[in-house]
Every structure is written in C-alpha cells, then in structure tokens.
C-alpha cells in the first residue's frame, strides 16, 4: 500500500512539472536581438552590450551609415559615434539590442 501511495505521488509531481513548463511560450520574452534588421527607435535601450565594437560597426553599416567614426562605449551600454547617411553627419547610438538611434 505504501509504495502505490509513493508511485502516485511521484506520478503526480511528475505530471504537474510538465504542465507548468509548457506553458505556449517559445524562446524568451525579451530577447536581445531579435533579427537581423537595424531598427531606429526614438532612444537606446539601457542595458549591457554583448556586441563587439567591429560589430556595432557593421551593424550601423548593414543600416546605411558610411564614415562611422569615434565608436564608444557610453555609461547605459550602447555603443555610440559619428556617422553619414543621406549626406548628413550625425550622431549614432546603438544599444544592445541592436536598435538605432540617429540625431
């Protein structure tokens, strides 16, 4: 008697651990990157970046900007420098989800 009251119990935590794992959500809620593709966004988001500074380079590149130069760390974690799109210098801020923020 006392084992079948073990195996249910043991039946039964097993069961409801693999309820509460599946619960329709794929990958995490937030990730960093998302895809490929350069967005522009009204301000960086905080937070540490993984990126390297050839790949902060790169990135701006895939997204039009020409003459990046003077690329540096900033205190919220986005990598931030002067570039040229459409014939105008400006200032570039990439945060670490791959976002852009151009002024």
């Known amino acids: 008697m006392k084992r079948m009251i073990m ?3 043991g039946l039964a935590l097993a069961t409801t651990g693999a309820a509460a794992q ?3 959500q794929s990958g995490s ?3 960093v990157v ?3 593709t350069a967005h522009h966004v009204a301000a960086p988001a ?3 970046s993984s990126f390297t500074e050839d790949q902060a380079k790169g990135r701006l590149a895939k ?3 020409t003459g990046i130069t003077g690329l540096k760390g900033t ?3 986005a990598w931030q420098g002067m570039a040229m799109k459409n014939g105008k210098k400006m200032t570039v801020t990439l945060d670490y ?3 852009i923020t151009a002024r």
């Open 34 to 36: 998302k895809d490929g």
């Open 46 to 48: 905080k937070g540490r």
């Open 7 to 9: 195996a249910v119990a």
């Open 97 to 99: 989800k791959g976002n």
């Open 29 to 31: 809620h937030n990730p």
């Open 22 to 24: 599946s619960s329709g």
């Open 75 to 77: 205190d919220n974690g």
């Open 63 to 65: 997204a039009g900007y």
